[in-house]
């Protein structure tokens, strides 16, 4: 039996529900969705990997690295790392949260090429002028920062340095979204490139050979923010017409009020956990920390690259009957879900093994958190995949109250788990609440696009992913050869039912043209 039924075996009526419209449009719909006039999907899933490969390039290089991070820098130092993004992002939520939400909307949403330079222009100095206000904010108070995040005031020059980051990272902003919205993914991911790898190049300087620490770190971050904005910004500004508008500003910060709002909460869904574990000790923070960079891969490679693909392009479905765009939203969920979930099983699978080789032995406790944080960012993916389809009717209290929801009920685990299971409390804390933000959005996006019988093939390849994920915790030799071995067995047999059971074979063959589409321009 499959995992639900599919919205392209038009000719199946009595094995699958149909949306609900006559099936001469639902031919054109499919017709259409598969023309090279409207590429729909192809289109996504290109940008999707154009993004993917900029990130997949930046972080093999640092997996390259990280033998000679975990052995220069303490579990401690990462810990540190990860309190300084804390405030930074504490900062930027009080000072500009929720503006750049607006930009991609309303720049791929404009009418004209006046219009939008001036929310392009809007967008830049106001993303700026909010950053600089939090990086005056930072350096002020840097010393009490400081104390209250580290119980000490010997880092204090740490967080002046992290807020120039804050400040020049500012820059590149707007120009990055203005690429994304206009839908210009092969020069956003060369410019993501060109940036890791001038980051990597100077971390690698400034911790392996100077042995500057976390301070290295922080250098190397901000000399490549800076060499990005020296490429991305004058470009931007020389364009003609470029100037701001008080009409448009107004705009862009009513649509982004209920995101400020809401990146509080979110705030408290990402990085709280991190706050509860340093009461312990930083070193839990650090293991937490590493944990959480590894199951972040999965949004850095995957979640994000399509998302930055997806919401322009169904902004550019607007003018569609709405039955087309649950069509092509139904389908986008599927490949997305399904592509996160045999990621997170695979790091999950393979999280033990590869921390024992990269790795010197005070990291290796790490791997017990990947599997539930994995799983956790497939999650995060799904209501974020919900949010788009919010943002499509520009009514974004939905989202607040999503993001709201989820925080109560993580700030309630919270001193329930911590104290009993420490960073793995933290962890299924955190899994819950974007689980419960997750359910609010999808319940809101349901009015706007319903997508429900591909939803539930959805859920079910998430359940079958977490059920091959459990074999991580079974009790087997630790030999690294012994666990590579069964969970590599483990892993393709989940990919072979996966793929038997969840796509149709004409979903099986449609992406397996896209495969060989990309192939053969090569």
Not at 216 to 234: E, K, N
Not at 276 to 302: C, D, F, K, N, P
Not at 436 to 450: D, E, G, K, Q, Y
Request: charged share 15%; hydrophobic share 50%.
């Amino acid at each position: 039996m499959r995992l639900g039924c599919s919205l392209n075996q038009s000719h199946r009526a009595a094995s699958c529900r149909r949306p609900r419209f006559e099936a001469a449009g639902y031919a054109q719909i499919v017709s259409e969705a598969n023309s090279p006039v409207q590429p729909g999907l192809r289109r996504v899933a290109r940008d999707s990997v154009v993004y993917g490969a900029g990130f997949f390039l930046g972080k093999i290089a640092s997996l390259l690295l990280l033998p000679l991070y975990t052995r220069l820098l303490t579990p401690s130092d990462y810990g540190v790392l990860q309190l300084l993004q804390i405030t930074s992002d504490v900062v930027d939520i009080v000072t500009a949260g929720g503006l750049t939400s607006s930009v991609v909307r309303f720049v791929a949403m404009a009418t004209d090429d006046g219009q939008r330079r001036s929310i392009i222009a809007t967008a830049f100095w106001s993303v700026v002028g909010t950053r600089l206000l939090g990086g005056v904010l930072i350096a002020i108070f840097a010393s009490s920062l400081s104390q209250l995040a580290f119980k000490t005031t010997e880092h204090t020059s740490l967080v002046r340095l992290s807020g120039l980051n804050f400040v020049v990272g500012a820059l590149s902003i707007v120009p990055l979204l203005e690429l994304q919205a206009s839908r210009r993914a092969r020069a956003h991911g060369v410019a993501s490139v060109l940036k890791l790898v001038f980051q990597l190049a100077l971390t690698a300087l400034f911790v392996v050979k100077f042995h500057w620490g976390v301070r290295g770190v922080l250098y190397s971050s901000l000399f490549a923010a800076a060499a990005q904005a020296v490429v991305l910004v004058p470009p931007l500004l020389r364009r003609p017409g470029m100037s701001a508008s008080l009409a448009e500003y107004r705009r862009l910060t009513q649509f982004g009020r209920s995101y400020q709002f809401a990146a509080v909460a979110a705030f408290i869904l990402s990085f709280s956990d991190r706050l509860v574990l340093s009461v312990r000790s930083t070193e839990e923070v650090g293991l937490y920390g590493l944990a959480s960079q590894v199951s972040l891969l999965l949004s850095s490679l995957i979640a994000e690259p399509f998302g930055r693909a997806w919401e322009p392009a169904l902004y550019s479905l607007r003018a569609y009957a709405r039955e087309r765009q649950s069509y092509e939203a139904g389908r986008g969920l599927l490949l997305l879900i399904a592509t996160m979930v045999v990621a997170a099983t695979a790091m999950s699978l393979f999280a033990q093994p590869g921390l024992q080789l990269m790795s010197s032995a005070p990291f290796w406790g790490a791997a017990r958190l990947v599997p539930v944080l994995a799983f956790a960012q497939v999650v995060r993916s799904w209501g974020d995949f919900s949010r788009t389809a919010i943002n499509l009717e520009g009514d974004t209290r939905p989202v607040m109250r999503a993001a709201w929801s989820g925080a109560a009920v993580t700030l309630v685990l919270f001193p329930l788990l911590v104290p009993v299971f420490g960073a793995g409390g933290a962890a299924a804390s955190s899994c819950v609440g974007l689980t419960v933000r997750t359910l609010v959005l999808r319940a809101f996006a349901r009015r706007i696009l319903p997508v429900s019988s591909t939803e539930r093939r959805a859920l079910g390849v998430l359940l079958v992913g977490v059920l091959a994920s459990s074999i991580a915790f079974t009790p087997i030799p630790e030999s690294i050869w012994w666990r590579t071995t069964l969970f590599t067995f483990a892993f393709a047999v989940f990919c072979a039912v996966l793929w038997r059971r969840a796509f149709v074979a004409s979903e099986r063959e449609l992406l397996l043209s896209m495969v060989r589409s990309r192939l053969l321009r090569r």
